[in-house]
């Protein structure tokens, strides 16, 4: 529990620490070339969520994600016991990117977002987002990982109606 604390707290303030960097550095509107050709960093203040739906609706984005992250810290404290690497590296992840985005809307009214990728047209995004999206798909490969560990279970256990024909009463012996 505590190594997952630190993670989170390592990871926010890694978050917290580029925003701030890309922030002093190139706001309002600078860019600077990170990979040429492939990204570059390029400031950009993100009034919504994801892909910039709901702008303006800070207070709403607030809200949700205050309640969701509280949820889910108190689903797993009260309920679920994380099990195995990819559901705690699943929570550590999306918790740290919603608290680091949260931070921002709250501080500022605004998610600082600053990866821009020059080869394809897709949202400007931040670690943050990165953190969610990948943590969603750590979440994914766990429960896959457990269906298929439940289903390898369920083909071992032997049928119960086979188990009662090799019983004791199946050859006629008390």
Request: glycine share 10%; charged share 15%.
């Amino acid at each position: 529990m505590l190594l997952s604390f630190v993670l989170c707290v390592v990871l926010i303030g890694a978050d917290q620490l580029i925003k701030y960097l890309v922030s002093s550095s190139l706001a309002p509107n600078g860019a600077a070339t990170f990979i040429p050709g492939v990204a570059e960093l390029r400031y950009y203040e993100n009034n919504g969520a994801a892909f910039s739906i709901m702008q303006g609706k800070q207070g709403f984005l607030i809200a949700v994600t205050g309640l969701a992250l509280l949820g889910a810290v108190i689903y797993v404290l009260r309920f679920h016991k994380l099990k195995g690497f990819w559901e705690h590296a699943a929570f550590i992840l999306v918790f740290s990117g919603g608290v680091g985005n949260l931070i921002d809307r709250v501080s500022n009214g605004y998610v600082v977002d600053y990866v821009n990728l020059i080869f394809m047209r897709f949202a400007v995004f931040n670690l943050a987002d990165v953190m969610v999206c990948v943590g969603f798909a750590f979440l994914v490969v766990a429960v896959f990982r457990h269906e298929m560990m439940v289903r390898k279970q369920e083909k071992e256990k032997p049928n119960e109606a086979e188990a009662a024909m090799d019983g004791p009463d199946s050859h006629g012996n008390d």
